[in-house]
């Protein structure tokens, strides 16, 4: 069932709380993994998809509340991170904790459900996701890490623009109210 939730002031308008089906958390974020992990195996277009942050940031966005968005992200990024074999565990987890619980902020305070506005949440997201990348790098492993490239900005626009069509189908999941 889909509720309404009350943020902040009575005038304020209500944001609509999505719900899912049993499991569908769980299993759109380990096909996300998956995917991400095997692949690259196909060829570098592959790596222009971050597919476990968009996972992280629509479900966050969808269920508005910090605290699962927080966790959610946490999640996902510890298990890529075990996955992947370019980083120690924690570096994705730590970023994606920051961006589910941004994420989850962000969608109970504001409408995401138009393209648009899902395309540039995603592609701020994205950038930010990268900084705390960086800024972890650098303060933990202190190895130099990119806070902007022309790759990255390539691969922010490409991974905006498939948030959108993504996104699109994963509202397909969801419970009708």
């Known amino acids: 069932m889909e509720y309404m939730l009350n943020v902040g002031a009575p005038n304020e308008s209500n944001v609509e709380v999505h719900k899912y089906y049993g499991g569908t958390v769980i299993v759109t974020a380990f096909l996300a993994l998956l995917f991400q992990a095997f692949l690259h195996k196909y060829g570098r277009w592959a790596e222009l998809l971050d597919l476990p942050l968009l996972v992280t940031i629509y479900f966050g966005v969808s269920r508005r509340n910090p605290?699962?968005?927080?966790?959610?992200?946490?999640?996902?990024?510890?298990?890529?991170?075990?996955?992947?074999?370019?980083?120690?565990?924690?570096?994705?987890?730590?970023?994606?904790?920051?961006?589910?619980?941004?994420?989850?902020?962000?969608?109970?305070?504001?409408?995401?459900?138009?393209?648009?506005?899902?395309?540039?949440?995603?592609?701020?997201?994205?950038?930010?996701?990268?900084?705390?990348?960086?800024?972890?790098?650098?303060?933990?492993?202190?190895?130099?890490?990119p806070f902007f490239t022309t790759r990255l900005l390539l691969d922010s626009f490409v991974t905006a623009a498939f948030s959108v069509a993504l996104f699109a189908l994963l509202d397909h999941l969801r419970r009708p109210s």
């Open 67 to 145: 605290v699962s968005g927080l966790f959610l992200g946490a999640t996902i990024g510890i298990l890529q991170d075990a996955l992947g074999h370019d980083s120690p565990i924690g570096l994705y987890g730590i970023a994606k904790t920051f961006v589910g619980y941004i994420s989850s902020s962000v969608g109970a305070r504001i409408d995401t459900e138009h393209p648009a506005s899902r395309f540039g949440l995603v592609f701020i997201l994205f950038h930010f996701h990268q900084a705390v990348l960086a800024i972890t790098e650098r303060a933990l492993l202190n190895r130099s890490a």
